[in-house]
């Protein structure tokens, strides 16, 4: 009877192995049936048709990193970036040593602009894996957009060495040194990008511009060249050659490039504003009515309606100063300084035009806003504060002429300067002031006439 009840259970059992092992491959196969539905549907973009099938397949199986991981990379491609973002961090956790659910996590939080977070993810995917330059690539981008530009440098440098045919990286790598104040080997990263990847614009734009600061002015017009003849129909790129072609002193061929596409685009304002300024900048030295006029042709269309732009009506107010019609160009340039943001030369134009018209209010006016804005270093910040205070004097402020008198008198003022100065000071009862300036300018002439009297009258 035991022998029975014995063999019964044994048979039971192996019966019930027999049925949980059935149940363990039909599971298995359902498991597998839906990631492969899943990658079907991802292949063909039905995204949410994907992350119901690893959604499926995660229900059979809750601790595959696999399936976590495809329906985050699902959820990426639908712009679900807080959903990819939870199912990338339980791939992360359920298998750390896999360095795919990290790069796309970092990735996801990348498209969130949380770029720190995505950084750390990119680290924790090259720590794992440190021969991959897309993710040093990565890992450099982070770090750029989130303000560390010092530190993308490294993972850059990486990403180019484990792969000198990433432009990108070699693009991003020249910005970061750029930004370093390092233009030389900046402008070699940006030369190695155009030589792995000739028809990318961005770097050749960037090589234009540091070959025209260090004054190699064809190797900045062959980058602008390529520029326009690989974006073919944007004519802002005709419009910046012809600008490069017109500062190296090649009018004819600036106005060449110009009129061929405004032939293309006629009813383009880049062109024709482009146009104006070469045919300004030619005829200004020698005062061409010809050029002059030319200009005022290629302007005048752009400074009508409410579109106008500041910089077309402030070329044209010049050219309109120019050629003799100081009226109408104080008008058009003072429209000009009203529209933000307003360009150091509008405001010295407006300056010009308003003093030839006796109009000092406005002249002040121009310049005090040109001496807010010049940076610290400007070279025409002393003449332009000189200037204002003798705007100043002669409207009876007294007090603004002595301020802006002194902000002009940097270390090398000149002895007229000096001498205004201490005057002014001295009539507005400042009497150690005075002394100081009148010391100030005998230390430089110690035989000038007024300031000595300036002293006596001091004592």
């Not at 002193?249 to 482009?274: E, S």
């Not at 000071?425 to 100030?440: D, I, K, N």
Request: hydrophobic share 45%; charged share 25%.
């Amino acid at each position: 009877m035991i022998r029975m009840v014995a063999g019964a259970l044994l048979v039971a059992a192996v019966a019930v192995g027999v049925l949980l092992a059935g149940l363990e491959i039909v599971r298995e196969r359902r498991y597998q049936q839906f990631l492969q539905n899943g990658d079907r549907a991802l292949a063909s973009d039905q995204t949410f048709a994907a992350i119901e099938a690893y959604s499926g397949a995660i229900a059979l199986k809750d601790d595959s990193m696999i399936a976590f991981l495809k329906r985050g990379e699902a959820y990426r491609r639908r712009a679900e970036l807080e959903a990819a973002v939870r199912d990338l961090r339980t791939a992360t956790r359920l298998d750390p040593q896999a360095v795919r659910p990290a790069e796309v996590l970092g990735d996801a939080n990348y498209g969130l602009s949380r770029f720190a977070r995505a950084t750390e993810a990119y680290r924790s995917a090259v720590a794992i894996d440190d021969r991959s330059p897309r993710i040093f690539y990565k890992l450099g981008l982070s770090l750029y957009r989130s303000g560390d530009r010092e530190a993308a440098i490294e993972p850059l440098r990486k990403a180019v060495g484990l792969d000198p045919r990433l432009a990108e990286a070699h693009h991003l790598l020249g910005l970061c040194l750029k930004d370093r104040g390092q233009p030389r080997e900046a402008l070699r990263a940006f030369e190695d990008a155009v030589r792995v990847s000739p028809g990318l614009p961005a770097p050749r734009e960037e090589a234009a511009a540091l070959y025209q600061a260090q004054g190699r002015t064809r190797e900045a017009i062959e980058q602008l060249e390529a520029i326009a003849a690989i974006e073919k129909d944007r004519p802002e790129r005709q419009a910046a050659l012809a600008l490069a072609h017109a500062r190296a002193g090649h009018a004819d061929a600036a106005i060449d490039v110009l009129r061929r596409a405004a032939d293309r685009y006629p009813d383009n304002a880049v062109i024709y504003l482009a146009l104006g300024r070469v045919w300004l900048e030619a005829a200004e030295p020698r005062r061409d009515r010809v050029g002059l006029q030319k200009a005022l042709e290629a302007l005048e269309p752009l400074t009508r309606g409410p579109s106008t732009s500041g910089e077309a009506l402030s070329l044209y107010g010049r050219t309109l100063v120019l050629s003799g019609d100081l009226v109408r160009g104080e008008v058009a340039l003072k429209q000009a300084a009203a529209l933000l943001p307003v360009t150091l030369d509008t405001l010295l134009w407006l300056a010009d035009a308003a003093d030839r018209l006796g109009h000092a209010a406005v002249v002040r006016d121009a310049l005090e806003r040109w001496a807010a804005v010049a940076p610290e270093s400007h070279p025409n910040l002393p003449a332009v504060y000189e200037r204002l205070g003798d705007l100043s004097a002669r409207a009876g402020d007294q007090r603004g002429a002595i301020r802006a008198w002194r902000l002009a008198a940097g270390p090398t003022p000149t002895m007229a300067l000096l001498v205004r100065l201490a005057t002014a000071e001295a009539a507005a009862g400042e009497s150690v002031s005075a002394r100081a300036t009148v010391a100030r300018g005998l230390a430089k002439d110690s035989t000038q006439p007024a300031l000595l009297a300036l002293q006596r009258q001091l004592q």
